[in-house]
């Protein structure tokens, strides 16, 4: 076998080794994709082979602790979203059923054996090259290296458990709230400065005075 030949083996062998692609969602259920190479592949005569849909791709999302709490960090795939396929050096059949057996199959490096990693394609928008950034559409969250955690957006932050602040509490542009079933409590010294406090409602201090017979005076009245 002369050089030539033994160059066109090797190259017949990896046309069918696969290690990464940029792909597109089809579908995503949560658990796995349906995906599809962005690419398809030109053969050697010319022809353009289209690229085949994936099933069952695994998504890789930041995640520990998958015994316990499960810490996972996710956002939303929906179909035409770009992502990165890495193709596993063995078939990932019994794995995805939950086994950490040797595969049955000796295949390698084949398409169906995927991972996909949601990526942003390169002109589609910019990163925050200063901060760490959290964003969905026009909300989002940036941590400066100054310290600072800034969240913004049009919406409504919502708490819906219950929130300590160790810190001062300072606002900007007024306060607003209800008191709910438990009603509202507030322990330590007030100073207002400037403006009128008022109330539609009564104001009980429960400061009383002595009355003339050596009684207390009565709250105000409802």
């Known amino acids: 076998m002369d050089v030539t030949e033994l160059r066109q083996l090797i190259a017949t062998e990896l046309a069918e080794v696969h290690t990464c692609l940029p792909g597109v969602i089809v579908s995503y259920d949560g658990r796995t994709a349906v995906v599809k190479p962005a690419l398809p592949k030109q053969l050697a005569n010319g022809d353009v082979l289209p690229a085949p849909q994936i099933v069952q791709v695994p998504v890789c999302w930041p995640c520990g602790d998958v015994s316990g709490a499960k810490a996972l960090i996710t956002v939303p795939l929906k179909p035409g979203d770009p992502v990165k396929l890495s193709f596993c050096e063995r078939a990932l059949e019994g794995w995805l059923s939950g086994s950490d057996a040797a595969p049955d199959d000796p295949r390698q490096f084949d398409l169906s054996d995927a991972f996909a990693m949601p990526l942003m394609r390169p002109g589609a928008d910019a990163a925050d090259t200063e901060n760490v950034a959290v964003q969905y559409g026009g909300c989002a969250l ?21 929130a300590v602040f160790e810190k001062l509490l300072t606002y900007q542009a007024g306060l607003t709230g209800k008191g709910g079933g438990g009603g509202t409590q507030i322990s330590g010294d007030i100073t207002h400065t400037g403006g009128t406090i008022s109330s539609s409602s009564p104001v009980e201090d429960g400061h009383r005075h002595t009355d003339s017979v050596g009684g207390k005076t009565s709250g105000p009245e409802q």
Do not use: E, N, W, Y
Request: glycine share 14%; hydrophobic share 40%.
């Open 142 to 162: 940036k941590l400066t290296p100054a310290g600072d955690a800034i969240l913004s957006g049009p919406g409504t932050f919502r708490v819906q458990m219950p």
